[in-house]
T-cell receptor, first 111, second 112 residues
Framework: DGGITQSPKYLFRKEGQNVTLSCEQNLNHDAMYWYRQDPGQGLRLIYYSQIVNDFQKGDIAEGYSVSREKKESFPLTVTSAQKNPTAFYLC??????????FGPGTRLLVL | GENVEQHPSTLSVQEGDSAVIKCTYSDSASNYFPWYKQELGKRPQLIIDIRSNVGEKKDQRIAVTLNKTAKHFSLHITETQPEDSAVYFCAASRGSARQLTFGSGTQLTVLP
């Protein structure tokens, strides 16, 4: 777990603004994932990437974008098209099939 | 796609008692079932997992059982302690796609 970092811990977004959440891992994991967690709910998959330069949409990809230019990094951009972005965003990574380990999360709030 | 249902949504037990959380899944191709514990404001932590070729797995006070025929799996915590209080999530994997579908969570409270 300690090898996955997310920044910032808190992020404030203004109306119409794009914001980018950082996720870095030094575990040499192949796959990386982004989840959204709303209060009192489970985690929902936004995007995932199994290898560099490739990524796939999850269940709730609309209003979000990602890139995977390096194995260690998988940034998530919350675009202005995401009308209800307030949530806790969790990044995860895995080396073996399915065993995912999570970063500490970023809490996004709308001003 | 996969759908995972988790029950109960809240569970209170006395310290020292056992706690059981149950999940059902819809996709018969799912073959990996992890359980995560999440304390308030923290990241989910993997506590135990089971694969479809195994019916039961234990790790000290924690055990998970899987019934593939009925498509349900359960988390059992024995001799509960106040530090077990947290939200517990089950999940099911869509096989080689490495995608996890999570249940909605169970808030476990262990009363001293």
């Amino acid at each position: 777990d300690g090898g996955i970092t997310q920044s910032p811990k808190y992020l404030f977004r203004k109306e119409g603004q794009n914001v980018t959440l950082s996720c870095e891992q030094n575990l040499n994991h192949d796959a990386m994932y982004w989840y959204r967690q709303d209060p009192g709910q489970g985690l929902r998959l936004i995007y995932y990437s199994q290898i560099v330069n490739d990524f796939q949409k999850g269940d709730i990809a609309e209003g979000y974008s990602v890139s995977r230019e390096k194995k260690e990094s998988f940034p998530l951009t919350v675009t202005s098209a995401q009308k209800n972005p307030t949530a806790f965003y969790l990044c995860a990574s895995s080396i073996a099939i399915e065993t995912q380990y999570f970063g500490p999360g970023t809490r996004l709030l709308v001003l | 796609g996969e759908n995972v249902e988790q029950h109960p949504s809240t569970l209170s037990v006395q310290e020292g008692d056992s706690a059981v959380i149950k999940c059902t899944y819809s996709d018969s191709a799912s073959n990996y079932f992890p359980w995560y514990k999440q304390e308030l404001g923290k990241r989910p932590q993997l506590i135990i997992d089971i694969r479809s070729n195994v019916g039961e797995k234990k790790d000290q006070r924690i055990a998970v059982t899987l019934n593939k025929t009925a498509k349900h799996f359960s988390l059992h915590i024995t001799e509960t302690q106040p530090e077990d209080s947290a939200v517990y999530f089950c999940a099911a994997s869509r096989g080689s796609a490495r995608q996890l579908t999570f249940g909605s969570g169970t808030q476990l409270t262990v009363l001293p």
